[in-house]
């Protein structure tokens, strides 16, 4: 069962163009949202997170947009670059017994930004 | 900083044969994680150690799959036999405290694992 949905597969986007990742969710027990970009080759690495008490959060050209109460959340890239060109995964996590916090991915998004 | 080494890069095997990833964290963190990555998929938890204490293994393949941690530094990750459909990347990460929220995690550059 997968816990997060996200869309689409696959992505192309002219340079200087918005770039958005969408991702939604059924378990309420969540409580923090990031995402990751993986080059090939490479491990996926933060790129942004959110917690679910507020709607939106920004750094630098990557917004995170959040909707609790749709539970949807997705990833705006500006200004997209041909190096934006990557894999992202959207994840989830919540406070699992004994301390254990698994982070559940989405099935991906390949980004292909064209010069 | 070093990052999460992870060794071998690639391996390549035969089905029912054995093979052993090796995973290093970085310096310090107390939680590590192997992840297994199908292509065309997300991550997904197999084993998370706190220190040198298996915290949750719930998705990991008991009858196949193990995994130790020595010392709460250094882990292997042990896949015997192996089927076709373990295929896949195998990923470690580690952090310093064990709560995603907290502080970022650090993923290695993985192994990838071929079963022909």
């Known amino acids: 069962q997968q816990q997060v949905k996200q869309s689409p597969q696959s992505l192309i986007v002219q340079k200087g163009g918005i770039s958005i990742i969408n991702c939604a969710y059924e378990n309420t027990a969540f409580d923090y949202f990031p995402w990751y970009q993986q080059f090939p080759g490479k491990g996926p690495a933060l790129l942004i997170a959110i917690r679910p008490d507020v709607s939106e959060k920004k750094e630098g050209r990557f917004t995170i947009s959040f909707n609790k109460s749709a539970k949807q959340f997705s990833l705006h890239i500006m200004d997209s670059q041909p190096g934006d060109s990557a894999t992202y995964f959207c994840?989830?996590?919540?406070?699992?017994?004994?301390?254990?916090?698994?982070?559940?991915f989405g099935t991906g998004t390949r980004l292909t930004v064209i010069p | 900083e070093a990052g999460v080494a992870q060794s071998p890069r690639y391996k390549i095997i035969e089905k029912r044969q054995s093979v052993a990833f090796w995973c290093n964290p970085i310096s310090g963190h107390a939680t590590l994680y192997w992840y297994q990555q199908i292509l065309g998929q997300g991550p997904k938890l197999l084993i998370q150690?706190?220190?040198?204490?298996?915290?949750?293994d719930s998705q990991l393949p008991k009858d196949r799959f193990s995994a130790e941690r020595l010392k709460g530094v250094d882990s292997t990750l042990k896949i015997q036999p192996a089927k076709l459909e373990d295929s896949a990347v195998y990923l470690c990460a580690s952090n310093p405290w064990g709560a995603w929220e907290n502080t970022e995690a650090f993923f290695g550059q993985g192994t990838r694992l071929t079963v022909v």
């Open positions: 994840a989830a996590s919540k406070r699992a017994r004994g301390g254990a916090n698994n982070l559940f």
């Open positions: 150690f706190q220190n040198n204490g298996v915290v949750d």
